[in-house]
Nanobody, 120 residues
Framework: QVQVAESGGGSVQAGGSLRLSCAAS????????MGWFRQAPGKERERVAT???????WYADPVKARFTVSQGNAKNTLYLQMDSLKPEDTAVYYC??????????????WGQGTQVTVSS
């Protein structure tokens, strides 16, 4: 089993910044994908950004040039630096972890989520 834990959510005004952290622990993989997803009220969950153990990253169009995903020195850690936040970024953000897959589309484990609220 793998445990996934996020932290770093909060409330900020439009134009501000937040940094989310995620750590996977337990029976982690040598080759893996980690990703950030978000779900706003009344909307489906959407993929925000991903990274794999090889260092490849991907961003959804709405967050390109504003969000940066990075991995920590310790394996199985992931950060999401969110700059120039907009009210439409308001959502519960989830970290996901899984065995490496094409495009980092499949995940086995999920965190409990952390709320990000951006006010105008």
């Amino acid at each position: 089993q793998v445990q996934v834990a996020e932290s770093g959510g909060g409330s900020v005004q439009a134009g501000g910044s937040l940094r989310l952290s995620c750590a996977a622990s337990g029976d982690t993989y040598a080759m893996y994908c980690m990703g950030w997803f978000r779900q706003a009220p009344g909307k489906e969950r959407e993929r925000v950004a991903t990274a794999n153990s090889g260092g490849n990253t991907w961003y959804a169009d709405p967050v390109k040039a504003r969000f940066t995903v990075s991995q920590g020195n310790a394996k199985n850690t992931l950060y999401l630096q969110m700059d120039s936040l907009k009210p439409e970024d308001t959502a519960v953000y989830y970290c996901a972890y899984g065995w490496i897959s094409a495009g980092c589309l499949k995940y086995n484990y999920w965190g409990q989520g952390t709320q990000v609220t951006v006010s105008s």
